[in-house]
């Protein structure tokens, strides 16, 4: 049982991060580098789409909306855009 809810909280904060860095590279477009905007923007739409997510599962029957959840999910995508910042940084020193 304790496995089981390792994974399923595992994958709330995976997929987000994934989310977070997409939606990162979506926001960047052609542009070069690491804005405080783009990640900050990144985190919100994961997060409102994160909150929409779990509203919907409380319609779900066998489902249910747990604000954790919400936070989990925004943690990944933020993990996410410091884990960018420090990949951007180090490729820029390198330069």
């Known amino acids: 049982m304790q496995l089981h809810f390792l994974i399923r909280k595992s994958a709330h904060f995976a ?10 590279h979506g926001l960047r477009g052609e542009t070069v580098g690491w804005r405080w905007r783009w990640a900050l923007t990144a985190v919100a739409m994961a997060a409102g789409y994160a909150a929409l997510d779990e509203f919907h599962q409380s319609f779900v029957p ?4 747990a604000a ?3 936070l989990l ?3 990944g995508a933020a ?4 884990a960018a910042r420090m990949w951007f940084r180090r490729n820029e ?3």
């Open 68 to 70: 954790q959840d919400v």
């Open 93 to 95: 020193n390198r330069k």
């Open 15 to 24: 997929n987000y991060f994934l989310f977070g860095l997409l939606l990162l």
């Open 62 to 65: 066998g489902r249910g909306a």
């Open 73 to 75: 999910d925004i943690t």
């Open 79 to 82: 993990v996410a855009q410091a």
